[in-house]
């Protein structure tokens, strides 16, 4: 049992928080409806002290949350299983990595079902992964083969850093683009990235909502050759039009799947991948968090449906959503979104050929530099001990 190594004198005892300039390796252009995101994410850290050990992973607690928590017993932290008690979910990554390190087990290990990626005794998991970087990036170029040029061009960067699948922001004709030039430059994109993937690479795209059905049944239409592996956020949730949708592939010969969760995070898309009319559920790894992602991706897995949580602009995403792989049989990607922080070191994870190496490392098994989060803590954070600790 996971909790066998928990001691009732284990109290919370320190909880600090910082936040770490982040940045990416390019700038985050513009979706279906934002504009650009920027080449700058910034890391939310919180680090927690119990005992003699400490954990540290993204949180958004406030110090006022952080008082009232402050002090409780580690026993009353977690559940038999392991998971996060809600309470207490504001610090479930930190929380998750201390219980790993005082373990001495990753935490893919310690929720890894038997016979699964991740069983006792294996050293590491690879868990797929996919680009997440090709936004519209080109609209600043008029000239349409130039502008295809630019995003081949990006694709390749991220094959040439490991990655082999992809996903495509589609939907510049919703804002950014004339309708129609929008949809034909999406389909041209979306033919351009499947040259540089090869046909063994899968090929996502994602329109952040700016498409109508029959927008969605034109490009899939005209990129059937390309054999899309999912369509995400097509249109804002809709029953009615993914019922549409659906029939419309089946008719066609399609066996895209429709997935969708990362925005509005509509609880009803549980109900529908139950009922197979989307098939992959995308709710962040933020929130709900890990230790309801445990729950919904069981659930999933007995519905034979897909798990893919979002994980975008947190970094610290990147490492810790590919260990739900070891609990959750349909657990679809990672979401890469490539970005480093100043005093985190995430080097024990690789990317080659697809897929995350998962070290097998205590906790979620990244490096923080002591000293660099220290600083930041006393300049943009804060700390709250508990009473009569030093």
């Known amino acids: 049992m996971v909790l066998t190594c928990l001691q009732a004198s284990y109290r919370l005892d320190e909880i600090e928080w910082a936040t770490l300039p982040g940045e990416r390796p390019r700038e985050a252009g513009r979706n279906a409806r934002l504009a650009a995101r920027g080449r700058s994410p910034v890391a939310r850290m919180a680090r927690v002290r119990i005992g003699e050990t400490t954990g540290f992973g993204m949180s958004r607690i406030s110090k006022e949350q952080a008082t009232m928590l402050i002090g409780a017993s580690a026993t009353d932290m977690f559940e038999e299983n392991g998971t996060v008690k809600e309470k207490f979910r504001a610090l479930e990554f930190p929380l998750l990595d201390w219980l790993g390190k005082l373990a001495g087990r990753s935490v893919y290990d310690l929720f890894a079902w038997p016979g699964g990626p991740a069983s006792r005794g294996k050293n590491e998991i690879k868990v797929p992964c996919y680009d997440t970087t090709l936004y519209f990036d080109e609209l600043h170029l008029t000239d349409d083969q130039a502008a295809i040029d630019w995003m081949k061009r990006e694709a390749q960067e991220g094959k040439d850093r490991g990655h082999r699948h992809f996903k ?36 996502m795209i994602d329109a952040n909502n700016g498409y109508t059905l029959n927008m969605t049944k034109e490009v899939l239409m005209e990129t059937k050759d390309c054999a899309l592996y999912w369509i995400e956020e097509a249109f804002h949730e809709d029953r009615v039009l993914y019922e549409d949708l659906k029939e419309w592939m089946t008719k066609h010969g399609m066996n895209v799947k429709i997935a969708d969760g990362e925005g509005q995070a509509d609880p009803q898309l549980m109900e529908w991948a139950r009922e197979k009319i989307i098939d992959v559920v995308q709710y962040d790894i933020m929130k709900p968090g890990f230790s309801e992602w445990l729950h919904l991706g069981a659930r999933l897995d007995a519905w034979g449906a897909g798990s893919a949580p979002h994980s975008y602009g947190n970094i610290i995403g990147n490492y810790a959503s590919g260990h739900l792989a070891g609990a959750v049989g349909g657990f679809e990607f990672i979401e890469w979104d490539p970005a480093d922080a100043e005093g985190i070191d995430g080097s024990s994870y690789r990317i080659e050929d697809g897929l995350v190496t998962i070290p097998d490392l205590p906790g979620f098994g990244i490096q923080l530099d002591d000293a660099v989060f220290s600083r930041s803590r006393r300049d943009s954070g804060w700390s709250v001990k508990r009473d009569g600790i030093q």
């Open 168 to 203: 495509i922001k589609v939907g510049r004709g919703a804002r950014w683009m004339e309708t129609r030039k929008g949809l034909q430059r999406d389909i041209a994109v979306i033919r351009a990235v499947r040259e540089v993937a090869g046909p063994e690479g899968k090929i």
